[in-house]
Each structure stands twice: as structure tokens, then as C-alpha cells.
């Protein structure tokens, strides 16, 4: 008796269980969309391993040339740093 409402409703009674066509297609989608998210997970990682590794890079050289110009010029660079401490200070108490 059940069947024959199924039927008058234009379902079949194992039509339930077995997915749809949008379902299965949905499914796929979704898989393509999490592989597709994970590639680009990896790929945002990579950059930002490259990036690092030059502005390290940068910051490294950056380092040795003012090591290199106190050496060189011990007094003057003495008297610059002491010019920007005192203008920090003059800003800093206004």
C-alpha cells in the first residue's frame, strides 16, 4: 500500500536511498573545492617561507653595513645617534 502511494506521488520507494544526479555532482564539487583549498594552503605557505627568508636576508645585510659604518666612522655615527635620541626626546616630552 505504500508503494502505491510512492508511486501516485511519482516516487519510488528505493528512489530515497540511492543519491541524486545534483548530490553526487555537489559532492564532487566540494572535493575539487577542499584539493583545490589545500593546493593553495601549500602555495600560501611556500611564499611566505620565501618571504621570510629574504627579508631575513635583507635584515642581515642591513646589520653588517652598520656594523661596517661604526667601525669605519666611530664618531660620526656616534653623534648621529645621539642627534635622533635627542629629537625622540624633545617629541616625547611634548
Request: hydrophobic share 45%; aromatic share 2%.
Amino acid at each position: 500500500m505504500a508503494e502505491k502511494k510512492l508511486a501516485a506521488v511519482g516516487l519510488e520507494p528505493d528512489t530515497e536511498k540511492q543519491p541524486t544526479q545534483t548530490q553526487v555532482e555537489l559532492e564532487t564539487q566540494i572535493a575539487e573545492l577542499r584539493a583545490e583549498i589545500s593546493r593553495l594552503t601549500d602555495t600560501v605557505t611556500a611564499i611566505g617561507s620565501g618571504a621570510k627568508a629574504v627579508v631575513q636576508g635583507e635584515a642581515e645585510l642591513m646589520a653588517e653595513r652598520v656594523r661596517e659604518r661604526v667601525r669605519e666612522e666611530p664618531i660620526s655615527t656616534l653623534l648621529t645617534v645621539a642627534g635622533v635620541a635627542f629629537l625622540f626626546g624633545l617629541l616625547a616630552r611634548r
